[in-house]
């Protein structure tokens, strides 16, 4: 598969299987490593064994078949409690009837730590979260992103080496979210910790990990860095839930190496970069990114080669003009065009020619 465990990983997942049912197993030997001091996000929709994945890593829930390691030691029958990993969940709420500082000082109590080192730990973890503050409140005399920094606070407040955050930042609007991604990005990288981190939000994704998982159906379709997930996705799934893209369906027609020359269904005849395409014949969805389509002559990359599009709307979005084409028989091929002073104006029922270069196109599985 995409991904192997290696013999120096902090964090490994081996052939790891897990069902609730004894039927059905909604993780299907998972094969996962992660360095230490890396930023590692699972990704995928709803359903895909994300949040399964890290309450087996956590503890709270046990592998059906496979081994988890935590810095080369198997875990599978140590208590979370005895894993020394900090956690931060969506919904974690926190206790209603003690204080911030309490709450806080509660995972030290656990591990049996006197008052004063408490107290210190304690205020530190607050500043790191920029908190301090508010050490002497109750949880619902905070907002929500003030409980969100205290339930990290908290999940920090005991020097973890590994923290586990599912969906911390889901309750949040946007511009609070943004910030906390910014944050948690700056502890990170100030404490030195390994993070894995789930979301099922790709921007979210992109902006923060080292490198990102993306799930669905309970195994990893790809395991990379966000720039190669984007630019180079290994199956169509990827390349449908990572950005926005393009699909134009058609069959292998050559196929020499990874360069492919691809029938449309229309019968226009392309290049593109085959991707894990076996033979000549073979069903195939293209996929190009909108950001990658040009039609201005002058502006086309060389070696692309051009293909006839019917312009159908032109949306205004600011910093970008968004167009939708009638491209080889699918009209909701999309262009994207950069804002810029004298770009030429479209306008819906104009005839134009498109192109890509051969690279930005990606012959993938159907
Ligand atoms: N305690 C449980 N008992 C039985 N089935 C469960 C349990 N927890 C999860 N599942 C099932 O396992 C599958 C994976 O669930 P999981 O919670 O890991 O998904 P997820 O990727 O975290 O999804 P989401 O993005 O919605 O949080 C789902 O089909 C879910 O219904
Ligand atoms: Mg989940």
Redesign the pocket.
Known sequence: MTSETRSDAYVAFEHVQKS??GVTL?VKDLNLSIAKGEFLTML??????????LMMLAGFETATHGEIRLDGVPINSVPPHKRGIGMVFQNYALFPHMTVGENLSFPLEVRGMGKTDREAKVKRALDMVQMGSFINRRPAQLSGGQQQRIALARALVFDPALVLMD?PLGALDKQLREHMQFEIKHLHESLGITVVY?T?DQGEALTMSDRIAV?NDGRIQQLASPSDLYERPDNSFVAQFIGENNKLPGTIQELEGDKALVRLATGELIDATAVNIKEKGQQTLVSIRPERVEFKPEMMPAGAHTIGAEVLEVIYMGDILRAVLRVAGSDDFVMKMRNTLGQTKLTPGQKIKVGWHPQDARALDP
């Open positions: 609730y049912d909604v995928g929709p709803s359903g895909s064994g994300k949040t399964t994945c969906e789930v099922h799930f």
